[in-house]
Every structure is written in structure tokens, then in C-alpha cells.
């Protein structure tokens, strides 16, 4: 397994790459967040054999990773903590020699943070989200409730963190998101969500799509649930997005 180095830290990740030599177009995979007791553990195991995959099928060099506080990366959860995670890994992709461009799909939490990275980097080549929220504010009307939750989902390993619980919760509350969706125009998006997502309903997509002024593709998976990754409907999307934008 390989590592990426962010504020510090060492994350978990992992490289994949195409057979052969040469240059190629790079995806960054970024997970969703981790749910359940101990799900941080294991959480984004399964995005390592779907890097592997695309860069066997598709072509593409692939770059997953596990945040900050998740799999066996260090430190603890923060959402600023993890953008810095995110572009950090872009950061790694760009500094080898055999990538020709970024994308970055992302899943869930991570789809928001894909939007919120190609907002900030215009470098970045374009974006597919699945299941991303457009605000969490939700996640946190009471920040120490959600400090403790993040400590049983095990994204919060020190006891002492966060220092300052009440303003870790407003920078959770007060992201941004759809000035960051407006400012990813011109550059392709992929927006996907399922029509039975009970976790983030479909409404986020719905203003997700109108952030992007027209700019965002909008497709629906009927009978789609949350955990897109695992629907196979929604790794087609994203493959058969791959192959339009290497034209």
C-alpha cells in the first residue's frame, strides 16, 4: 500500500496504473463518510479495487486514499482537515510525471469534496459526484452530539480533539457548497443520484444542478439507494463519463 503525506500526516492510499509506460489522464476517488460503530476502520477499502479496475479497463491511472482518521491514516476528522487531505492527493497526482490531467469523482461526502476541490483548484479537469450533499448543516445541530458520534464511527481518535468543539461544528454547518457547485462552470460534471436515496434525498441534487446554472449533466437512478458505489448502474455511468472524456 502507498502513502500520501497531508499537514504532516500519513494517509493510506493506494496507486494504480494502466499496464505499460507512458502518460495518462488521472482520476482521484474520493469516499463518502464512514457510518456505524467502528465503520471508519474500514472505511473506503472498497474504492482500492475500483481504482484497479479502471486502470485495467479503462486506461486511466487512479488514485484512492483513506482520509484523515480512517483505515490506517493518522489524525482526526475535521472537514477542513480533509480538503486539506484531498488537496494534498492532487497535489501527489500532478507531481508524477505520467499524469496528463486530474478528474475527480467522489461518492457521498466525497462528491461535495470534489466540488469544493475544483472550486478551489481550477486545474482540476472535471467532476462526477453520486450521492454528494449540498450542505451539512444537518449534520451537526448539536456539535458536541456529533463530536461523540464521530468518536464511535472512530474518525476522532484523540480525546482531546477538537479543542474547540463549538467552532469545529460551524465549519462543518457553514460550508459553503453551492457557491463552490456555481464556480466549477465550464468544466464538465457528472451530477448522479438515486430517485430512493434515504440518507441524502434527491432534493441536494436537484439543488446541486441548479448551482451549476445548467452546467452539471443530472441523471437519476431509479430505485437508487445512498451507497451508490456498490450499484452497479452507477460504476457504468461513471465508466462510460471516462471513455466520453478522453475524446
Given at each position: 500500500m502507498d502513502e500520501i503525506i497531508s499537514d504532516g500526516l500519513r494517509l493510506e492510499a493506494?496507486?494504480?496504473?494502466?499496464?505499460?509506460?507512458?502518460?495518462?489522464?488521472?482520476?482521484?476517488?474520493?469516499?463518502?463518510?464512514?457510518?456505524?460503530?467502528?465503520?471508519?476502520?474500514?472505511?473506503?477499502?472498497?474504492?482500492?479495487?475500483?481504482?484497479?479496475?479502471?486502470?485495467?479497463?479503462?486506461?486511466?491511472?487512479?488514485?484512492?486514499?483513506?482520509?484523515?482518521?480512517?483505515?490506517?491514516?493518522?489524525?482526526?476528522?475535521?472537514?477542513?482537515?480533509?480538503?486539506?487531505?484531498?488537496?494534498?492527493?492532487?497535489?501527489?497526482?500532478?507531481?508524477?510525471d505520467y499524469v496528463s490531467g486530474i478528474w475527480l469523482p467522489g461518492f457521498?461526502?466525497?462528491?461535495?469534496?470534489?466540488?469544493?476541490a475544483a472550486a478551489a483548484d481550477p486545474a482540476v479537469r472535471a467532476i462526477a459526484t453520486f450521492s454528494a450533499p449540498v450542505s451539512l448543516q444537518s449534520w451537526v445541530p448539536d456539535s458536541a452530539r456529533f463530536a461523540d458520534y464521530c468518536r464511535r464511527v472512530g474518525v476522532i481518535h484523540d480525546p482531546g480533539f477538537p479543542t474547540d468543539v463549538a467552532a469545529w461544528g460551524r465549519s462543518i454547518a457553514d460550508l459553503d457548497v453551492?457557491?463552490?457547485?456555481?464556480?466549477?462552470?465550464?468544466?464538465?460534471?457528472?451530477?448522479?443520484?438515486?430517485?430512493d436515496d434515504d440518507v441524502v434525498s434527491i432534493d441536494h441534487a436537484r439543488r446541486l444542478a441548479a448551482a451549476s446554472a445548467g452546467n452539471a449533466q443530472f441523471r437519476v437512478i431509479e430505485h437508487g439507494a445512498h451507497r451508490l458505489r456498490h450499484d452497479p448502474r452507477a460504476i457504468a455511468m461513471l465508466l462510460g463519463w471516462l471513455d466520453r472524456q478522453r475524446v
Open positions: 493506494r496507486f494504480a496504473t494502466p499496464p505499460g509506460t507512458g502518460r495518462w489522464p488521472a482520476l482521484l476517488l474520493l469516499p463518502g463518510f464512514p457510518r456505524g460503530t467502528g465503520g471508519a476502520a474500514m472505511s473506503g477499502n472498497t474504492y482500492t479495487p475500483l481504482a484497479d479496475r479502471i486502470a485495467r479497463e479503462a486506461g486511466w491511472a487512479a488514485l484512492t486514499f483513506h482520509y484523515r482518521g480512517t483505515g490506517s491514516s493518522e489524525g482526526d476528522f475535521s472537514i477542513d482537515g480533509w480538503m486539506h487531505d484531498v488537496a494534498a492527493a492532487i497535489a501527489c497526482l500532478r507531481a508524477r457521498r461526502l466525497g462528491g461535495t469534496l470534489a466540488i469544493t453551492e457557491s463552490a457547485a456555481a464556480a466549477v462552470a465550464p468544466r464538465p460534471w457528472l451530477l448522479v443520484h438515486g430517485s
